[in-house]
């Protein structure tokens, strides 16, 4: 089972960027897929979801929206578009697959995790 995380950079505020997180290695429509940040000296927190059996999705206020998650089931790839950044989005990003048909916010309910991608957005 792997998750690869890509897509992340630098960028100004304001501006966008799309990650990527392709799956291998199980099922895609069994499971739900989240991204999650982590931010230097806090918790990682869960932003976005997506159950790519329906493409039923969540959003955290914080990025309400300006993020936009998708799934391509064919590439077995979940994308998230960020638009409109800001110097607070700078963080990791993670993408982590959940067994399950749910939508899940929590970090210990995930049952894989890719390597992170980093997004720094400059003032």
């Known amino acids: 089972v792997q998750l690869q995380a890509s897509g992340g950079g630098l960028v100004q505020n304001g501006g966008s960027l799309r990650l990527s997180c392709v799956a291998s290695?199980?099922?895609?429509?069994?499971?739900?897929i989240g991204w999650f940040r982590q931010a230097p000296g806090k918790a990682r927190a869960g932003i976005s979801c997506?159950?790519?059996?329906?493409?039923?999705?969540y959003y955290a206020d914080s990025v309400k929206g300006r993020f936009t998650i998708s799934s391509d089931n064919a590439k077995n790839t979940v994308y998230l578009q960020m638009n409109s950044l800001k110097p607070e989005d700078t963080a990791v990003y993670y993408c982590?697959?959940?067994?399950?048909?749910?939508?899940?916010?929590?970090?210990?309910?995930?049952?894989?995790w890719g390597q992170g991608t980093q997004v720094t957005v400059s003032s």
């Open positions: 982590a697959a959940a067994y399950g048909l749910g939508i899940y916010t929590v970090a210990r309910v995930y049952d894989y």
């Open positions: 290695g199980f099922s895609f429509d069994d499971y739900a």
């Open positions: 997506i159950r790519p059996i329906d493409s039923s999705t």
